[in-house]
């Protein structure tokens, strides 16, 4: 009885495995896919896109009464794709030019094979496959909520467009704009969108979070010391065993260009190359804490100020909410029917840490790895490229109005809000930060002009 019972899982299992490359159309997908952080697909997050990538799942979607109705929408979107930054590249010629003169092994001369195609000058733009991305998503958008992103509302300039000035952000809003454009043969040139740097690129202008963090060098001490404990070791050895090299000339460096080489060839290119076979599924997990710890301490529960940077981006969700909700409640036409923001992993993460999300019981720190296995803080499914959140307005009928927020979009619960709640509870439950979590205060931007 037990013995047949195990056979059937294996069964099941092998034929799950089988499908599951049978149904992509890219071929074999690495088996570390699922840890590479903020440098993932978006696809893996969401594996029904790999056989339709128009494909929406309404059933995410269920208001509590059919009378509910979408009022407003806005999503707060990270760029597609891109290319690694220079450092990045730096790193993985660094690590190719070691592999092609010094390795010996069966699996360095499949990487010696291979070609070096990173030029410096790629610096974090969006690539191909990023502006398909945006497109995608927009159009998937629009067969989610119809009555918000129409052709009329576009044209009638009832979808607002802020964006981050960087270049990948720039190019996924103009993708993000043709993908409607197309799908409704309006000229491109009639939609316009602003930049904003104030909203979308907050953190470079918090001089607390700027000082504190980003400009401090200990900051990071709890990535810093898993870097060189005895997890990453581990990871180094395995690595230079599989290259054939002694263990001395493999560095965390070098380790962190392996994984980004298999993660940008993955996501740029969708090929799974040989830089995949030098770390198998164990490696990878480490190799995403690493990555998990310094999102945690840079960007989000870490320290207070990475959350609080985000209170002008959080103020200015609100206002347009607040804005819609006036506008509605005195009979006027909604103007804003939609508000689209793009930025970067660097938006989103302080934001949704600001709302209460993804927050464990005991912090991430360097030693206790193995304790936070079952962490809800895991950025490969939070923040791939393309991460969005969604906030939707909607009127149930009665003048009863309920917010329901989407991540990636799937429906998501406010930390301590019912599923789909009314947005009564919603700003109760965000008090404080409505009334305080001001942008100016938080960041010290008043202690800055009085000290001179
Ligand atoms: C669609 O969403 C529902 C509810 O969230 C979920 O149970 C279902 O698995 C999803 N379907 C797909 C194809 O992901
Ligand atoms: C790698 O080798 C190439 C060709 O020998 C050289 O031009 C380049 O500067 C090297 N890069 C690094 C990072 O060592
Ligand atoms: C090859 O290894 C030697 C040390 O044995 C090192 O000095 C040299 O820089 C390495 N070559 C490359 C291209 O990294
Ligand atoms: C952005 O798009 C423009 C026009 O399509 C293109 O010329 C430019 O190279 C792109 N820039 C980046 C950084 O991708
Ligand atoms: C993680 O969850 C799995 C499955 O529920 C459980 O077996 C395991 O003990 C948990 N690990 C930790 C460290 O909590």
């Known amino acids: 009885m037990l013995t047949s019972t195990i056979l059937i899982a294996v069964n099941l299992c092998s034929i799950h495995v089988l499908f599951g490359y049978a149904l992509t159309e890219d071929g074999e997908i690495p088996t570390i896919a699922r840890y590479f952080g903020p440098k993932g697909r978006y696809e ?189 070791g581990r990871v180094q050895e395995k690595i230079a065993d599989r290259l054939g090299v002694p263990y001395s000339h493999i560095t965390a460096d070098s380790v962190e260009a392996a994984f980004y080489l298999c993660a940008y060839e993955f996501a740029i290119k969708t090929v799974n190359s040989p830089w995949c076979q030098l770390l198998d599924e164990v490696d990878a997990q480490i190799m995403e804490y690493a990555s998990d710890l310094k999102q945690y301490w840079k960007r989000a529960y870490g320290y207070e100020i990475n959350r609080k940077s985000s209170c002008i981006l959080f103020h200015d969700v609100f206002s347009r909410l607040e804005q819609t909700i006036e506008d509605y409640n005195s009979g006027k036409p909604v103007s804003e029917a939609v508000t689209i923001q793009i930025g970067h992993a660097e938006t989103l993460l302080p934001l949704l840490t600001l709302l209460g999300f993804f927050k464990d019981s005991e912090p991430l720190r360097s030693e206790n790895y193995a304790s936070q296995t079952n962490r809800t803080f895991r950025t490969s499914l939070m923040l791939p490229y393309t991460a969005n959140l969604v906030l939707v307005l909607y009127d149930c009928g009665g003048g009863e109005l309920r917010l329901q927020p989407l991540l990636n979009e799937k429906a998501v619960d406010f930390p301590g809000l019912s599923s789909m709640p009314l947005y009564a509870d919603v700003r109760e439950r965000y008090k404080e930060l409505l009334q305080g979590c001001d942008f100016e205060t938080e960041c010290q931007l008043f202690n800055k002009t009085t000290e001179n």
């Open 44 to 232: 893996e997050v969401n594996p029904y896109l790999m056989g339709d990538i128009l494909a929406v799942n309404k059933s995410t979607l269920q208001p509590p009464s059919s009378q509910c109705r979408e009022l407003y929408m806005t999503a707060i979107i990270r760029h597609g794709t891109r290319y690694p930054t220079t450092k990045n590249i730096k790193e993985m010629h660094h690590l190719y030019n070691f592999t092609v003169s010094n390795a010996s092994s069966e699996k360095s001369r499949l990487l010696e094979q291979w070609n070096m195609w990173y030029t410096e000058d790629m610096d974090g733009r969006l690539v191909e496959k990023g502006v398909d991305e945006l497109k995608h998503l927009a159009v998937r958008l629009s067969k989610l909520f119809p009555s918000l992103i129409s052709e009329e509302n576009l044209r009638a300039g009832g979808i607002r467009f802020i964006t981050s000035s960087k270049h990948r952000c720039v190019n996924s809003t103009l993708a993000f704009k043709r993908g409607l454009t197309e799908l409704w043969d309006i000229r491109e040139g009639e939609i316009d969108h602003t930049v904003n740097d104030a909203l979308m690129r907050f953190f470079d202008q918090c001089k607390k979070f700027l000082d504190d963090v980003s400009d401090n060098p200990n900051a990071l001490y709890e990535m810093d010391e898993f870097n060189v404990g005895p997890e990453m």
